[in-house]
């Protein structure tokens, strides 16, 4: 309904917390500070679609309110009552001061706000070597305490006494409450911290257009009895994608327009992690990685002087700039250009890459370099994957003979060592992954901590039919397997999808992989006919898996699928019906590598020891994952494995692809 909506509130809260951790100097201080800060921010977005998030404040919880100027994202209030207000005039960004709910605060339009802000901060930090500067709190100036486990980044107290303390369990991140002098309180090992939070905040929005719930504006508080998270318009005939909900929070519209939880997604849920913390993982990929690899195509191929300067524009973009609506060539039958609509293009265009879901800013941009290179056409570099060479070449290397000679002595092995073996070269293959190579120089180290930090493999067999059992005796098994890395990677895969057939667990096998080259060596359909052909030219047992395979696929009880949401820079919470279908068809579905995790289980600040099971419940099928931790997000840890973690000093467990998992929902 379109309308206009006015909500007020205001909110109290307390929190305190405190923490130890153990090792390294020695600070100490009390700051006290306080802060007022008053802000009135009129801006104007203008959005095609009137899709509008209205606000979730919940019962007993504060919210926010941003007084940005023009631009406005999400905001996130923390649990019990912590609140975030950052009045940044300028570029505005995420407030993720705690794990929590979230909620969307979009398309406000007028904001007012005020903030008072009174804090108290004590504490002690032991440090042992590093570079101490120990002038620095100076009296009169507030700093920042944050009792972390673990990693502890930058802390940027305001001018004026203000004072950041975020005590995350887990990651911790950069606090940038205000400009002002910064504070580097990096290889702290020891950390004894304690916060007082008090809180008062209130604020009204007014809101113009769009579609909204008219029952929802509550006054101080939400109403109970309104769950609607977001309001959907119609649904796109024939795509099965939802429109509605913000892209990537999991939500999904209803056939009727409206929004439901994805059935059995638990309600509680995370932070979206976003690029924007410098020193973060994130922002490496964003920052350093992207840039690089724009270098490395540019150098690898002839290009003319059109697609040189489509990929300096995209070089300069994608560090600095910020998120450009595709262009009309970059599309000739304009389908592309619909679903990246659909897919949140019209939310975040003219943002900046560092302020927008980073998996959604990670995945656009392998879509922008396929149009710099002129992939899509029309022209001689249309369909010409940019990434084929460094892909060919490591299907060539001697690391793939020698793996591929050692699948003879695997016939040697008891079926279930066997099994294991392959199901492990296919776990493991998902390190050989070109993109993470590029920045990757740490990784190799062995940790203190048991490589495989969660392992359901048992689970996974329990799925399948015992070997020899035929179809007849109890129906088809179908092993849905969602590929990731060409080459090595793909190659294991394709061996333990021939194992199965051959043991009669499984009859028929979907491998679904992306339809374009995406982040640099996924796998395509192309190069699942480049591994195939390598297998078959292998000799010994390697060939027999090829033409076993290749038959395989010529009967149909193979099949290979490249579906356009494989490319979606969305959760699978998101899948349109048909893949959904075809997932809920499956036995299982083994989903293959680190960015099909973030995709499962949605790309969040998820507590390591948030159970598996219920963030992957919305699923239509039993799931399994098979993972090496190359990026930030993780579940389903048990606490003794979280602790052990990060006790071992390995401080990128999470991103080194030192560790990998196998996890099972049934
Ligand atoms: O090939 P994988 O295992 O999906 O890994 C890709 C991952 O690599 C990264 O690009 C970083 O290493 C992540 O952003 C992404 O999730």
Same mark, same amino acid.
């Given at each position: 309904?379109?309308?206009?909506?006015?909500?007020?509130? !205001?909110? $109290? #809260? =307390? &929190?305190? *917390?405190?923490?130890?951790? @153990?090792? /390294?100097?020695? +600070? %100490?201080?009390?700051?006290?500070?306080?802060?007022?800060?008053?802000?009135?921010?009129?801006?104007?977005?203008?959005?095609?679609?009137?899709?509008?998030?209205?606000?979730?404040?919940?019962?007993?919880?504060?919210?926010?309110?941003?007084?940005?100027?023009?631009?406005?994202?999400?905001?996130?209030?923390?649990?019990?009552?912590?609140?975030?207000?950052?009045?940044?005039?300028?570029?505005?960004?995420?407030?993720?001061?705690?794990?929590?709910?979230?909620?969307?605060?979009?398309?406000?339009? !007028?904001? $007012? #706000? =005020? &903030?008072? *802000?009174?804090?108290?901060? @004590?504490? /002690?930090?032991? +440090? %042992?070597?590093?570079?101490?500067?120990?002038?620095?709190?100076?009296?009169?100036?507030?700093?920042?305490?944050?009792?972390?486990?673990?990693?502890?980044?930058?802390?940027?107290?305001?001018?004026?006494?203000?004072?950041?303390?975020?005590?995350?369990?887990?990651?911790?991140?950069?606090?940038?409450?205000?400009?002002?002098?910064?504070?580097?309180?990096?290889?702290?090992?020891?950390?004894?911290?304690?916060?007082?939070?008090?809180?008062?905040?209130?604020?009204?929005?007014?809101?113009?257009?769009?579609?909204?719930?008219?029952?929802?504006?509550?006054?101080?508080?939400?109403?109970?009895?309104?769950?609607?998270?977001?309001?959907?318009?119609?649904?796109?005939?024939?795509?099965?994608?939802?429109?509605?909900?913000?892209?990537?929070?999991?939500?999904?519209?209803?056939?009727?327009?409206?929004?439901?939880?994805?059935?059995?997604?638990?309600?509680?849920?995370?932070?979206?992690?976003?690029?924007?913390?410098?020193?973060?993982?994130?922002?490496?990929?964003?920052?350093?990685?992207?840039?690089?690899?724009?270098?490395?195509?540019?150098?690898?191929?002839?290009?003319?002087?059109?697609?040189?300067?489509?990929?300096?524009?995209?070089?300069?973009?994608?560090?600095?700039?910020?998120?450009?609506?595709?262009?009309?060539?970059?599309?000739?039958?304009?389908?592309?250009?619909?679903?990246?609509?659909?897919?949140?293009?019209?939310?975040?265009?003219?943002?900046?890459?560092?302020?927008?879901?980073?998996?959604?800013?990670?995945?656009?941009?392998?879509?922008?370099?396929?149009?710099?290179?002129?992939?899509?056409?029309?022209?001689?570099?249309?369909?010409?994957?940019?990434?084929?060479?460094?892909?060919?070449?490591?299907?060539?290397?001697?690391?793939?003979?020698?793996?591929?000679?050692?699948?003879?002595?695997?016939?040697?092995?008891?079926?279930?060592?066997?099994?294991?073996?392959?199901?492990?070269?296919?776990?493991?293959?998902?390190?050989?992954?070109?993109?993470?190579?590029?920045?990757?120089?740490?990784?190799?180290?062995?940790?203190?901590?048991?490589?495989?930090?969660?392992?359901?493999?048992?689970?996974?067999?329990?799925?399948?039919?015992?070997?020899?059992?035929?179809?007849?005796?109890?129906?088809?098994?179908?092993?849905?397997?969602?590929?990731?890395?060409?080459?090595?990677?793909?190659?294991?895969?394709?061996?333990?999808?021939?194992?199965?057939?051959?043991?009669?667990?499984?009859?028929?096998?979907?491998?679904?992989?992306?339809?374009?080259?995406?982040?640099?060596?996924?796998?395509?359909?192309?190069?699942?006919?480049?591994?195939?052909?390598?297998?078959?030219?292998?000799?010994?047992?390697?060939?027999?898996?090829?033409?076993?395979?290749?038959?395989?696929?010529?009967?149909?009880?193979?099949?290979?699928?490249?579906?356009?949401?494989?490319?979606?820079?969305?959760?699978?919470?998101?899948?349109?019906?048909?893949?959904?279908?075809?997932?809920?068809?499956?036995?299982?579905?083994?989903?293959?590598?680190?960015?099909?995790?973030?995709?499962?289980?949605?790309?969040?600040?998820?507590?390591?020891?948030?159970?598996?099971?219920?963030?992957?419940?919305?699923?239509?099928?039993?799931?399994?994952?098979?993972?090496?931790?190359?990026?930030?997000?993780?579940?389903?840890?048990?606490?003794?494995?979280?602790?052990?973690?990060?006790?071992?000093?390995?401080?990128?467990?999470?991103?080194?692809?030192?560790?990998?998992?196998?996890?099972?929902?049934?």
């Amino acid at each position: 309904m379109p309308g206009l909506i006015v909500r007020r509130g !205001v909110a $109290l #809260g =307390l &929190t305190v *917390r405190n923490g130890v951790a @153990s090792r /390294l100097t020695v +600070r %100490r201080g009390v700051a006290r500070g306080l802060t007022v800060r008053i802000g009135v921010a009129s801006g104007l977005t203008v959005r095609r679609g009137g899709r509008v998030s209205p606000d979730r404040p919940a019962r007993g919880r504060a919210w926010a309110v941003r007084p940005d100027w023009g631009r406005v994202p999400l905001d996130r209030p923390a649990r019990g009552c912590a609140w975030a207000d950052r009045p940044e005039w300028g570029r505005a960004r995420a407030d993720r001061l705690a794990r929590g709910r979230a909620r969307a605060d979009r398309p406000a339009r !007028v904001v $007012l #706000g =005020l &903030t008072v *802000r009174i804090g108290v901060a @004590s504490g /002690l930090t032991v +440090r %042992r070597g590093g570079r101490v500067s120990p002038d620095r709190p100076a009296r009169g100036r507030a700093w920042a305490v944050r009792p972390d486990w673990g990693r502890v980044p930058l802390d940027r107290p305001a001018r004026g006494c203000a004072w950041a303390d975020r005590p995350e369990w887990g990651r911790a991140r950069a606090d940038r409450l205000a400009r002002g002098r910064a504070r580097a309180d990096r290889p702290a090992r020891v950390v004894l911290g304690l916060t007082v939070r008090i809180g008062v905040a209130s604020g009204s929005t007014v809101r113009r257009g769009g579609r909204v719930p008219p029952d929802c504006p509550a006054r101080g508080r939400a109403r109970p009895d309104c769950p609607v998270p977001g309001v959907c318009s119609a649904r796109s005939p024939g795509t099965g994608d939802a429109l509605g909900p913000p892209p990537g929070t999991g939500d999904a519209c209803g056939p009727t327009g409206t929004v439901t939880r994805m059935a059995d997604t638990p309600s509680v849920t995370a932070p979206v992690i976003l690029g924007d913390e410098p020193g973060s993982f994130p922002h490496g990929v964003l920052a350093e990685r992207h840039p690089a690899l724009v270098r490395q195509v540019r150098d690898a191929f002839p290009f003319g002087p059109e697609r040189l300067r489509a990929l300096d524009a995209l070089l300069a973009s994608c560090a600095d700039g910020v998120v450009e609506p595709l262009p009309a060539d970059a599309d000739p039958t304009g389908r592309d250009r619909d679903r990246w609509a659909r897919w949140g293009m019209d939310a975040y265009a003219g943002r900046s890459w560092y302020d927008v879901p980073w998996l959604w800013a990670e995945s656009h941009f392998y879509r922008r370099l396929l149009d710099a290179v002129g992939y899509f056409g029309p022209g001689a570099w249309q369909g010409v994957d940019p990434f084929r060479p460094a892909k060919l070449a490591e299907l060539d290397a001697p690391e793939t003979d020698e793996e591929l000679a050692a699948l003879d002595g695997l016939d040697e092995l008891p079926t279930e060592e066997r099994t294991r073996a392959l199901l492990h070269g296919s776990l493991w293959g998902n390190r050989a992954d070109l993109g993470f190579r590029l920045s990757d120089r740490g990784a190799g180290t062995e940790g203190a901590v048991e490589a495989l930090v969660a392992d359901d493999s048992d689970a996974l067999w329990s799925l399948l039919p015992a070997p020899g059992t035929g179809p007849a005796e109890r129906g088809p098994a179908t092993l849905c397997l969602v590929a990731d890395n060409a080459g090595r990677e793909l190659v294991p895969d394709l061996l333990l999808v021939s194992h199965l057939l051959a043991e009669g667990r499984v009859d028929r096998a979907v491998l679904h992989v992306k339809p374009y080259p995406y982040y640099v060596s996924d796998a395509t359909p192309t190069d699942v006919l480049d591994a195939l052909r390598r297998l078959v030219a292998a000799g010994g047992a390697a060939a027999a898996h090829g033409e076993r395979l290749w038959t395989a696929l010529t009967d149909g009880r193979v099949t290979v699928r490249a579906h356009p949401f494989s490319c979606a820079p969305l959760p699978y919470a998101d899948m349109p019906d048909d893949l959904r279908a075809d997932f809920a068809a499956a036995t299982v579905t083994v989903l293959k590598g680190d960015l099909n995790y973030r995709r499962l289980v949605g790309d969040r600040w998820w507590p390591p020891t948030t159970s598996f099971a219920r963030v992957t419940a919305y699923f239509p099928g039993p799931v399994a994952a098979l993972r090496t931790l190359k990026s930030d997000v993780v579940t389903g840890l048990d606490a003794k494995t979280e602790a052990a973690l990060d006790a071992s000093g390995e401080r990128r467990w999470r991103t080194s692809g030192t560790h990998a998992l196998i996890q099972v929902r049934s």
